[in-house]
């Protein structure tokens, strides 16, 4: 006679094992680039992407279409260049934050920090970085603005931490200060050589306008004459950095 097969045991008693659950990842944080070059723009959305807590959400190339996106994609952060097609990256920071006064602007430019860090934190934004040190150091600013906090470079820093606690007594330091964004496009223009039509194709305006310009700056400057505005404009671009 075979032998007779045993039954399979079965359990009687035991524990019921749930399915593993996964963590939920919470949701990324969305970025928009506004930078009127596509290089540029792929490679700041590689290094963003990257980021296990960040995404591009859109990308803009002019001002107009970058607000159309603030609005549609309700970004948590906008990067933006200073020198776009249509205006300028200041004029656009301050628009951006009449639509949403919460939304942390990060300015990175290849423009010197310099001449355009403190009127970028005056527009509304809560940093400024340089495009030659946007590699290493755009994430760190990034995460530093999500966190609330503003993010200048060390040199930047200290610059305007001398000028508050010594209050330079130099009436052109003060004059400059009261120069608005288009009118210190056009004076550090002059600085660099630029001439009246250069500047006008430059920034799209006519040359009737540059001329006009260029009057309100010796006004405001206290300056005699054209030449005069060209020397303190020169002397002022060797100081403070050329666009």
């Not at 990067?79 to 951006?96: C, P, R, S, W, Y």
């Not at 002059?190 to 260029?214: E, F």
């Not at 400057?221 to 002022?236: D, P």
Request: glycine content about 6%; hydrophobic content about 40%.
């Amino acid at each position: 006679m075979k032998p007779k097969k045993k039954a399979a045991p079965t359990a009687t008693t035991g524990t019921v094992m749930e399915p593993e659950t996964l963590p939920v990842q919470p949701p990324k944080l969305k970025v928009l680039l506004v930078d009127d070059h596509p290089i540029t723009r792929q490679g700041m959305k590689a290094l963003v992407n990257q980021q296990p807590n960040l995404e591009v959400c859109g990308e803009a190339d002019n001002a107009a279409y970058a607000i159309e996106l603030v609005s549609k994609l309700q970004p948590d952060l906008a990067i933006v260049d200073i020198a776009l097609k249509t205006t300028n990256g200041i004029e656009l920071t301050k628009n951006i934050k009449v639509q949403a006064p919460n939304l942390p602007v990060l300015i990175v430019s290849m423009h010197d920090e310099g001449l355009y860090a403190e009127r970028a934190l005056r527009a509304g934004a809560m940093g400024y970085l340089m495009k030659q040190e946007a590699g290493e150091k755009i994430i760190q600013a990034i995460q530093r603005l999500l966190q609330g906090e503003i993010y200048l470079s060390d040199k930047i820093k200290e610059k305007m931490l001398h000028r508050f606690v010594n209050k330079k007594g130099d009436g052109m330091v003060f004059s400059i200060d009261t120069l608005s964004d288009r009118e210190m496009e056009v004076f550090q223009l002059i600085g660099n050589g630029y001439s009246t039509r250069q500047i006008a194709q430059k920034l799209n305006l006519s040359s009737k306008t540059i001329d006009s310009y260029r009057e309100h700056l010796k006004l405001k400057l206290n300056l005699e004459s054209g030449a005069e505005l060209v020397r303190h404009a020169i002397q002022w671009a060797r100081n403070e950095g050329s666009i």
